[in-house]
């Protein structure tokens, strides 16, 4: 897939099938993780793969009962380790950078799982504490991001965004930006930058 193809089917699944989703698949996910940037290269985050029943029963209770959790065949964690940040950043790194670090990871296997033709949903409303006690982990490590990964058993709706006029500034907030929508044919990037 092209990355624009990507982009565009990156959705939030929240129904998925039985059909399990192999290691090579995860493989592929992690190592698009690992590539993501972080502050001073220090990749201060954990992922904790999750595909045993019971761990991911605990995760979906944790998440306020969002069941599809237990439903997807994987489910990845991303912590925030603020200790691997500390050090070199202070508290910087340990309030900002390790939220960040985990976050780019995250988005990165997101990306990742869309081009496998695979669904994903971010999760972020869950109970911290049910999180780390799910799988195993300890404070000062900071549950970010509960990713569902699985083979779609339901057609995702597009969802509303904003308008960019309206989130884009130039030069100085609320001046506004002439963004123009690029033309449908032009929206490989090769093109663009011709
Ligand atoms: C920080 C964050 C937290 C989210 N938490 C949840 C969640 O707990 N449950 C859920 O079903 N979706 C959650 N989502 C997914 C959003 O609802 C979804 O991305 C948004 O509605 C846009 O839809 P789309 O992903 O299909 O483009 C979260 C997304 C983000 C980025």
Do not use: H
């Not at 624009?4 to 399990?20: E, G, I, M, P």
């Not at 991001?145 to 030069?171: C, F, H, K, N, Q």
Request: aromatic share 8%.
């Amino acid at each position: 897939m092209e990355f624009v193809d990507v982009l565009a089917a990156r959705k939030s699944v929240r129904s998925y099938s039985d059909r399990d989703v192999p290691d090579d698949a995860v493989s592929f996910i992690l190592e698009a993780a690992n590539s993501a940037p972080s502050a001073g290269d220090l990749q201060a985050y954990e992922i904790v793969v999750v595909r045993d029943k019971s761990v991911k029963a605990k995760l979906a209770r944790a998440a306020l009962g969002q069941w599809f959790i237990a439903e997807a065949p994987v489910d990845l964690v991303f912590l925030a380790n603020p200790e691997r940040s500390r050090w070199r950043y202070g508290s910087r790194g340990e309030r900002l950078y390790c939220i960040q670090d985990a976050t780019i990871a995250a988005t990165f296997a997101m990306l990742a799982a869309t081009s496998l033709g695979l669904g994903t949903c971010w999760v972020g409303a869950f109970d911290d504490r049910a999180v780390l006690e799910a799988i195993e982990a300890e404070s000062p490590l900071i549950p970010v991001a509960i990713i569902s990964v699985g083979y779609p058993a339901e057609e995702p709706r597009t969802t509303p965004r904003r308008d960019i006029r309206e989130l884009a500034s130039l030069d100085k907030l609320g001046n506004p930006y002439p963004y123009k929508p690029v033309e449908p044919k032009l929206r490989r990037p090769a093109e663009i930058l011709i």
